[in-house]
């Protein structure tokens, strides 16, 4: 036999005992929210940089931030930017006439397009 009746117990004792002797290890900080920006803000106004270039500049300005990171961060920047619905700032007023033309029913054509120079006339 290769070990006792009492070392499987032991072996467990051992690991109960660690396991109550460092309950909660503590896990690397979170990044600031304004280095996150400071990332996100960087790659975006140089498109051309890498992770290792902004790592760089970081450590320029004093803060060590791994390039796995900036990776992170970018990635995570970039899922949430593909969620979010692209808006258009304005419409052209002078569109919605050939529009509403195209697509409002005949008898109606002629109050729309008064509704939309209205709407062009107050923007």
Same mark, same amino acid.
């Given at each position: ?61 004093? =803060? =060590? ?46 109050? =729309? ?11």
């Amino acid at each position: 036999m290769l070990v006792t009746p009492g070392t499987i117990p032991r072996w467990h004792r051992c690991l109960v005992a660690k396991k109550l002797a460092y309950p909660n290890q503590v896990s690397r900080p979170p990044i600031d929210e304004a280095i996150a920006a400071l990332i996100e803000r960087m790659a975006t106004e140089n498109k051309r940089w890498g992770y290792k270039r902004i790592q760089g500049e970081f450590l320029k300005l004093g =803060h =060590h931030v791994g390039a796995s990171t900036i990776r992170r961060i970018r990635r995570v920047a970039q899922r949430l930017s593909m969620r979010r619905p692209r808006r258009l700032s304005r419409i052209d007023p002078r569109l919605l006439v050939p529009m509403a033309w195209s697509i409002a029913p005949h008898r109606r054509r002629q109050r =729309h397009q008064h509704d939309l120079r209205a709407l062009a006339e107050h923007s």
